[in-house]
């Protein structure tokens, strides 16, 4: 859908499309890269956070800003590091029709044979200002979303009744915290996390997967936004927003709800 330039480009008709050219299957191409993307790309956002977001002296000069600047910076990072992978997965799943690559290792061998090491970062731009877009929705919403649940929940039962976030409100979370932080709080957070990360995410997406299935290396990111504004009209940029969602509902919901779980198994207090 994002690789299409036509202005009447429809889900349900695409959907079908892949279907009936590769049946099932067209819809987990590029599984296994997508899959190990995310050892490095996962695992270095959610340490990056976490170090940053409860940084007292980073705290003292952003103030609230101070989860912003972490969740967007956990991206770009896990992003960087991880974009090798994505770039071979953008290559696997459009090529659903032309038959080109038949693993991961073929594309991989295809992009050095091109353009060299150097190759492997190729639309890196695009794809860390999406992953600091995402993980604003992700990581910043659920914490947010997480914090405000709670505190909502702890209200309902007559705990207190704060009417913002003070020192009250900490100290209580920090005292009481184990009677909300279950099951309920973070399937919640994780579908505020899921939406807001597609919501503000999409439009960088249109843009990585279009520059990294480009054969052209001069590809400018504002040049590219002009003649999508100008022959595809603004909602392009929001293109696949549905598919999109599809995806990181799930992949949130089961992402938050097993690594709570896991944290607790090991001893640590919640996200």
């Known amino acids: 859908m994002q ?13 079908k499309s892949l279907y009936a050219d590769s049946g099932i299957k067209a819809f987990y191409r590029g599984c296994s890269i997508a899959s190990f993307r995310h050892v490095p ?13 409860k940084n007292s002296t980073l705290e003292l000069y952003l103030g609230p800003g101070i989860k912003v600047f972490s969740g967007v ?39 050095m044979k091109e353009r060299g090491i150097a190759g492997l970062w190729k639309g890196s731009i695009p794809s860390c200002v999406r992953a600091g877009l995402v993980n604003l929705g992700e990581l910043v919403t659920y914490d947010s979303a997480k914090t405000q649940i709670m505190l909502l ?7 207190s ?18 009677e909300v932080d279950d099951l309920l709080t973070h399937v919640s957070s994780s579908i505020c996390s899921g ?7 999409t439009p960088a997406d249109v843009l990585k997967t279009r520059i990294m ?31 999109i969602w599809m995806r990181l509902a799930p992949w949130q919901l089961i992402f938050w709800v097993s690594y709570e779980n896991s944290r607790k198994l090991l001893g640590l207090t919640g996200f």
């Open 3 to 15: 690789l299409s330039t036509g202005k009447n480009v429809k889900f349900l008709s695409t959907f």
């Open 41 to 53: 790309y996962s695992g270095t956002r959610i340490i990056v956070y976490e170090n940053l977001s």
């Open 73 to 111: 910076t956990a991206g770009v990072i896990g992003q960087f590091i991880a974009n090798p992978t994505d770039l071979i997965k953008v290559r696997m799943q459009s090529d659903s029709r032309m038959g080109r690559y038949t693993s991961p290792l073929n594309v991989f061998l295809e992009i």
């Open 153 to 159: 929940r702890l209200k309902y039962n007559s705990i």
């Open 161 to 178: 009744n704060p009417n913002s976030i003070d020192i009250d409100d900490l100290i209580l979370l920090k005292t009481r915290r184990d």
């Open 195 to 201: 939406f807001v990360a597609a919501s503000i995410s």
């Open 213 to 243: 299935n480009s054969k052209s290396t001069n590809i400018k990111i504002f040049g590219l936004i002009q003649t999508i504004l100008k022959e595809e009209g603004v909602r392009t940029l929001w293109r696949g927003f549905i598919p």
